[in-house]
């Protein structure tokens, strides 16, 4: 290769936002494809406050693939990447740069390797879904970069390859994870409910309980729960199929009070059989269960229930307000048992819509 050639780098950015699951996906049935033990529903946030941003660049100048999340390098050896990695690749054809005289026939892609620099805007590893946000802006950046013909179903059964949840992060508002069937994981991919058009009434308010990397990774925590609860199976197998369709019904009439039943309950259901896990999981703290008491409270004295709570794999809420005048109330609320330099560690509120970033740290 002649050394001008050498020289030229090519790049795509992307940004993808957050995902949160209402009904929760907890448990494989094969930890090397990613297949979940049952659906999930999740609601994509506004990616002005919680997304990640990728870079990607190809050049004939790298010698290895690496990567660099929130600007520190790290190991692409695991599975997870490697497979999204080679999913791509496979799948990339032609690409030209007219203006600048580039060209990469789609056989070339085998021996060019990518650098990947990758920031995510909010807690990393805390249970706000980072690894959603980032696999998914991971295959989909790639996708752009190598110019894959696929559409977002496709694309969202590789980005499931990195991290089950993420598969719902190409799609804006409601998605549903089907499950599937086959071995192969070719029907196990996300599908778009309803977009974020829909129910825009919703407002969504995160409280970062605590920033912290959490203990138990998703992945491990699932994995210790599939093998030692008692529980696992009868939610997976009896309770959740039945909220799935309920939850799809409640989301399209916009009935936010059985929304909210099923949103609390599959949260609460979730962090038990955590606890059922032996060793037990913990990923709610102390503030988290004064926010949960908060809440419910709130709820059974209105004639209808003004905020959802859920929380994932980690301490921090996620509030779904049913509009803005009970997301200011619940601010209200938040602030006056939670006060700034508090005993607790509550330290900001974003609201998911209109993109106020609060920080009452
Ligand atoms: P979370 O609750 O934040 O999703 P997980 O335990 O599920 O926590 O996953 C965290 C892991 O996801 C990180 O340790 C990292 O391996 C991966 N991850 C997080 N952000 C990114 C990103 N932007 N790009 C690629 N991988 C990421
Ligand atoms: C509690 O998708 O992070 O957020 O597939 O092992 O990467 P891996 O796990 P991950 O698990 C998410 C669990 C959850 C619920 C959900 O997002 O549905
Ligand atoms: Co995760």
């Not at 520190?72 to 690409?95: M, P, T």
């Not at 650098?115 to 590893?125: G, K, L, M, V």
């Not at 309980?209 to 998703?218: F, G, H, P």
């Not at 003004?306 to 803005?324: E, K, S």
Request: proline share 3%; hydrophobic share 40%.
């Amino acid at each position: 290769m002649a050394e001008e050639f050498q020289k030229w780098v090519l790049m795509v950015t992307a940004q993808t936002p957050t995902n949160i699951a209402v009904i929760k996906y907890w448990g494989k049935r094969d930890e090397n494809l990613i297949l979940a033990i049952n659906d999930s529903i999740s609601l994509t946030l506004d990616p002005t406050h919680l997304c990640t941003t990728t870079t990607v660049a190809v050049s004939p100048a790298f010698n290895q693939d690496r990567m660099w999340l929130n600007g520190k390098e790290i190991s692409l050896s695991g599975g997870r990447y490697q497979n999204c990695l080679r999913e791509i690749r496979a799948r990339a054809s032609d690409v030209e740069d007219k203006n600048r005289g580039i060209k990469i026939a789609k056989k070339d892609w085998e021996n060019l390797h990518v650098h990947i620099a990758s920031y995510n805007n909010f807690p990393t590893a805390a249970g706000l879904a980072s690894s959603a946000a980032g696999f998914a802006c991971l295959v989909y950046s790639l996708a752009k970069l190598m110019n894959v013909q696929e559409d977002n179903g496709k694309l969202s059964a590789i980005a499931r390859q990195g991290s089950g949840s993420a598969c719902r992060s190409l799609y804006g508002g409601f998605v549903k994870w089907v499950m599937g069937k086959e071995e192969n994981g070719s029907d196990s991919i996300a599908v778009p409910l309803v977009d974020e058009k829909h129910w825009d009434e919703l407002v969504i308010i995160i409280s970062v309980v605590c920033s912290r990397q959490k203990e138990t990774s998703s992945t491990s925590g699932m994995r210790e729960t599939v093998e030692t609860s008692a529980l696992i199976e009868h939610r997976a197998k009896e309770v959740v199929p039945k909220r799935i369709i309920q939850m799809e019904e409640a989301i399209q009439k916009r009935d936010f009070a059985t929304f909210t039943r099923l949103t609390c309950a599959d949260s609460n259901q979730f962090h038990a059989v955590c606890l059922d896990t032996s060793p037990p999981i913990f990923y709610m703290n102390d503030t988290s269960h004064r926010i949960i008491s908060c809440v419910e409270k709130w709820n059974r004295s209105e004639a209808t229930p003004q905020v959802a709570y859920t929380f994932d794999a980690g301490p921090n809420a996620v509030l779904i307000a049913r509009n803005r005048t009970s997301a200011a109330l619940l601010l209200q609320r938040l602030l006056f048992y939670f006060p700034p330099n508090s005993e607790t560690d509550l330290n900001s509120y974003v609201i998911g819509d209109k993109s106020i970033l609060k920080d009452v740290g």
